[in-house]
């Protein structure tokens, strides 16, 4: 099976920056996706990684080592809306996503 | 409406009863799928349906029964149902399920609780 590991909960202060690091195994690889979701509502898409590198969209950067298994997002300048769980998840060789159980950020005044 | 739309959003079922979640897309997509969400745990995948043949069956019990009659819409039907089944279901779909950067899109979720 896949194995995605994300931390279970963060914690930052309004206007900080926040690092959620997700690490996976999978049978091959075919791009990463972050989703953010809010209580009670719907994921909604944030980035897709597919090459090793960096990929900016505002307040919002992914990062992705294939070689390592591991990316990053990054959460600039948190604003408390921000407040919310990061799914991350990967796509394997035969294009089936496999999600992680997701980081609960919390972002405190 | 826009995007994925699920009914109902709240579902409460005792365990002899049949009942069905419905999910439709209005945004043109081929590919269709049904998550299971648990509390602290991964989205579970459950059936992909693309351009309406079913892709998917990720070992689930024959207790839930997918229906894909169009690329817009998706049913999954519920019987017999057990207490550990409740949970979030969530619909998504994508332009096509074979193209690995296509996104998924997201419903709502139907919050079913099993008594």
């Known amino acids: 099976g896949q194995n995605i590991d994300q931390p279970t909960e963060m914690t930052a202060t309004e206007g900080a920056i926040v690092q959620i690091n997700c690490t996976y195994q999978t049978s091959g690889f075919n791009g990463l996706f972050w989703y953010q979701q809010h209580a009670g509502e719907a994921p909604t898409f944030l980035s897709y990684n597919v090459l090793d590198g960096l990929e900016e969209k505002g307040r919002f950067s992914s990062f992705l080592s294939r070689s390592k298994g591991y990316s990053y997002l990054l959460l600039k300048e948190l604003q408390m809306k921000d407040s919310a769980s990061y799914l991350c998840?990967?796509?394997?060789?035969?294009?089936?996503?496999?999600f992680g159980a997701g980081t609960t950020v919390t972002v405190r005044a | 409406e826009t995007g994925v739309t699920q009914t109902p959003r709240h579902l409460v079922m005792g365990m002899t009863n049949k009942k069905s979640l419905k999910c439709e897309q209005h945004l043109g997509h081929n590919a269709m799928y049904w998550y299971k969400q648990s509390a602290k745990k991964p989205l579970e995948l459950m059936f992909v349906?693309?351009?309406?043949?079913?892709?998917e069956n990720n070992s689930v019990p024959s207790r839930f029964s997918p229906e894909c009659p169009n690329s817009s819409h998706l049913f999954l039907h519920l019987h017999t149902l057990q207490p550990e089944d409740s949970a979030l279901y969530l619909c998504?779909?994508?332009?096509?399920?074979?193209?690995?950067?296509?996104?998924?899109?997201f419903g709502p979720g139907t919050r079913l609780t099993v008594t």
């Open positions: 998840a990967v796509r394997d060789r035969d294009y089936k996503l496999s």
């Open positions: 349906y693309n351009f309406k043949e079913q892709t």
């Open positions: 998504a779909s994508s332009q096509d399920s074979g193209r690995p950067s296509y996104e998924q899109y």
